[in-house]
C-alpha cells in the first residue's frame, strides 16, 4: 500500500464520466464517510479494475487522497449485490433509494459505520428479497434513526402525550394526538405506526406473525407505512430522495 494512502470498505454511490477513459467515483466508505475518487482508465475495455467499481457492490478499495479527489489505487470485490436486484425493477428503485438515502445522510471524512452496515445489509437483502419495499422501509427507518431523525411512532411528537394516536405529520415529527394534530396532517391506522415501530427496532418475529395472522391486512398496513415512512424521510433530507419518488 503506498504510503498516505489508505483502505477502506466501500459502495460506488454515483459515477461520472471524466476524460476519455476515466471515471469520478462517489464512495460511500465504512471509516471514512463520503469519498470522491477517480479511477483512471476504468472505461478502457482492458482496464485493471474490470468491472468491479459500480453500483451494488461491496468493494475493498485502495485510495490516495488529493486535492480534491481521491484516486483510486486498488479495488477487489467483497460481494457482489447486484446479481438480483438489476434484473428486478423494484429490487432494482429500491436499492437505488438505498443508495441515494445513504449519500444524502453522509458526510465527507466523517465515518459512520453503522450508517454504512445498514446500507450493505440492505443490498444484500434486496438481492433475493420478494418484498423490496419492505427492505426498503426498514433500511429508510433504521437509518433515519440512527442520524437522530426516527419519527414518533407511539407518544405524540408535539406535547408528548402517551399514545397510540391516529395522526402523523412529518413536519411535526410523526404520531400526533388530536389537540396537537396540525391541518393536513394524515389520519392512519395505530396498526401501522406499530409496524414502523417494529420495523426501525429490528422486530421481524412479529412482523411475521402479523403477516400470517392477516395477510390481507399485513399489505394494506406494509403500503400505509411505507407512505409514511417516504414522506417523512422526503421533509427532512434536503432537497428530497429522487428515487423515491418514482413510487
Known amino acids: ?5 489508505f483502505r477502506d470498505r ?15 467515483v462517489v464512495l460511500l466508505t465504512r471509516a471514512h464517510g463520503l469519498v470522491r ?16 467499481i459500480q453500483r451494488f457492490v461491496l468493494l475493498d478499495v485502495e485510495c490516495y487522497p488529493g486535492k480534491n479527489l481521491a484516486l483510486i489505487t486498488g479495488a477487489d470485490t467483497v460481494n457482489y449485490y447486484a446479481s438480483g436486484i438489476i434484473e428486478d425493477y423494484q429490487r432494482y428503485s429500491a436499492a437505488c433509494a438505498v443508495l441515494e438515502t445513504a449519500e444524502k445522510l453522509s458526510l465527507a471524512d466523517l465515518p459512520d459505520a453503522a450508517l454504512f452496515d445498514l446500507a450493505a445489509a440492505a443490498l444484500d437483502s434486496l438481492r433475493h428479497d420478494d418484498t423490496p419495499l419492505l427492505s426498503l422501509d426498514i433500511f429508510l427507518l433504521q437509518a433515519m434513526g440512527s442520524a437522530g431523525w426516527l419519527p414518533e411512532m407511539f407518544n405524540c411528537a408535539h406535547c408528548d402525550k402517551p399514545g397510540p394516536h391516529r395522526g402523523f405529520d412529518p413536519g411535526s415529527g410523526g404520531a400526533v394526538c388530536a389537540e396537537c394534530r396540525p391541518p393536513g396532517a394524515a389520519t392512519v391506522p395505530t396498526e401501522a405506526l406499530r409496524l ?14 402479523a403477516q400470517q395472522a392477516d395477510p390481507v391486512q399485513w399489505a394494506a398496513l406494509v403500503d400505509t407505512a411505507h407512505r409514511l415512512i417516504t414522506d417523512h424521510v422526503q421533509y427532512h433530507l ?9 413510487d
Not at 479511477?39 to 468491472?51: D, E, L, N, T
Not at 434536503?238 to 418514482?246: N, T, Y
Open 1 to 5: 500500500m503506498r504510503r498516505g494512502s
Open 238 to 246: 434536503e432537497r428530497g430522495v429522487l428515487s423515491l419518488r418514482a
Open 10 to 24: 466501500a459502495l460506488v454511490v454515483r459515477t461520472y464520466d471524466f476524460g476519455e477513459a476515466d471515471r469520478i
Open 196 to 209: 414502523m415501530w417494529w420495523m426501525a427496532h429490528g422486530r421481524y418475529d412479529a412482523m411475521a406473525r
Open 37 to 52: 475518487a477517480v479511477a483512471k482508465g476504468v472505461r478502457r475495455a482492458r482496464s485493471r479494475f474490470g468491472s468491479r
